[in-house]
């Protein structure tokens, strides 16, 4: 499900998705701050993406799901819970290590102000499915976020497909597709410019397509003409 269909405060304020490496990244963020403690993306990241990659290949369809789905998902979980174990208990046992009194109240009550600011901001959540020859997979959803570019939403698609494409090869090894309107987006230089929430809009749908050749700008002429025909 979405994060979109769980009612406040839940979906506001507890809920994350777990095929969204940003969101996973949020969540730690946010809990580790609580204890005054920065939380390092680097330190994190390789396990982070091996969740996310996971978790994306298993269909939560009742029809489609395998009986061991259930078992795999609580051992990925398993596995990043006691990673982020580890982080606290090297953390804590550093004698440098120390929070006391007004400080650490101090760090708790900007924390709470910080996520306070962070969920009034607008975002939602949208449904890619993927279509490749290896590796199908419908509903995985991603939140698009009031700042979020167009290339924002590729890396976090990425984290998803990196088994299966190369880094750095959206438009050459993978393209996105509006399912209303079978468009294909096609961005290339100013990815980082584009505000995602002008391309992937609330109530929309996507689908990831493996491309067989790079894709070329007479494509797109051949396959507007073709469906006017």
């Known amino acids: ?44 990241k390789v396990v982070i993406e091996k969740l996310v990659s996971d978790i994306s290949k298993i269909s939560f369809k009742a029809e489609e799901s395998e009986e061991n789905d259930k078992e795999t998902i609580e051992k990925m979980i398993e596995n990043l819970k006691n990673h982020m174990d ?57 939140e698009i976020r009031q700042d979020d570019t167009f290339q924002d939403i590729t890396n976090t698609l990425y ?11 959206y438009l050459e090894e993978w393209i996105i597709v509006e399912y209303k309107t079978d468009k294909h987006v096609v961005i290339r230089e100013i990815a980082d410019k584009i505000p995602a929430k002008v391309i992937f809009r609330p109530n929309t749908k996507w689908k990831i397509i493996k491309l067989d050749k790079p894709y070329k700008a007479q494509d797109s002429h051949q396959r507007i003409i073709f469906k006017t025909w």
């Open 1 to 44: 499900m979405k994060r979109d269909d769980i009612l406040p405060p839940l979906g506001l304020y507890q809920c994350y998705q777990l095929n969204d490496y940003r969101s996973v990244v949020g969540f730690f963020s946010k809990l580790l701050t609580l204890f005054g403690i920065k939380f390092d993306e680097e330190m994190s």
């Open 159 to 169: 984290f998803i497909l990196k088994e299966y494409v190369p880094a750095f090869t």
């Open 86 to 142: 580890k982080r606290f208990l090297e953390i804590i046992e550093k004698p440098a290590y120390q929070i006391m009194g007004d400080n650490l109240k101090l760090n708790i009550e900007e924390s709470k102000i910080q996520q306070i600011t962070n969920f009034t901001e607008v975002s939602y959540s949208v449904p890619f499915d993927i279509d490749f020859p290896k590796f199908k997979n419908q509903n995985l959803y991603i």
